[in-house]
C-alpha cells in the first residue's frame, strides 16, 4: 500500500501565498508523474499543476505564472508553492502520484490523498 499525506493549506488573504506538501509511503519502488487537483464547492476535479519524474511540468491556464509545482524524488515529495492567490483559488487540493510498487512489476496504479483545504478570503 502507498500512502499520500498532504499539508499546508489553510486560510489566506487575496494577494497572499501557501506552500502545499504531499509526501508518499508505503510500498514504492518508483514514482513517475505526480500532480496537484482541486475541487472547488459544487464544481468537479480539475487538474492543477502536474510534474514528470524528470521535472517537466504542466499547468492548467488559470494558474500560470502564479503556481509553480516542485519534486523531491529522494523524499517521494511534491510541492506547490501558490502566490498571488486569488478567491477563485478556494478549495480542496488533492495531490496524486503514480506508483510503481515493485521491480519485478511494471504495474503503475495512481494514488490520491486525503486532500487540504485552501481559503482565500479577506
Known amino acids: 500500500q502507498v500512502q499520500l499525506v498532504e499539508s499546508g493549506g489553510g486560510l489566506v488573504q487575496p494577494g497572499g501565498s501557501l506552500r502545499l506538501s504531499c509526501a508518499a509511503s508505503g510500498s514504492i519502488f518508483s514514482i513517475n508523474n505526480m500532480g496537484w487537483y482541486r475541487q472547488a464547492p459544487g464544481k468537479e476535479r480539475e487538474l492543477v499543476a502536474t510534474i514528470t519524474s524528470g521535472g517537466s511540468t504542466n499547468y492548467v491556464d488559470s494558474v500560470k505564472g502564479r503556481f509553480t509545482i516542485s519534486r523531491d524524488n529522494a523524499k517521494n515529495t511534491v510541492y506547490l508553492e501558490m502566490n498571488s492567490l486569488k478567491p477563485e483559488d478556494t478549495a480542496v487540493y488533492y495531490c496524486?502520484?503514480?506508483?510503481?510498487?515493485?521491480?519485478?512489476?511494471?504495474?503503475?496504479?495512481?494514488?490520491w490523498g486525503q486532500g487540504t483545504q485552501v481559503t482565500v478570503s479577506s
Open positions: 496524486n502520484a503514480d506508483v510503481r510498487s515493485s521491480p519485478l512489476s511494471r504495474r503503475i496504479y495512481p494514488y
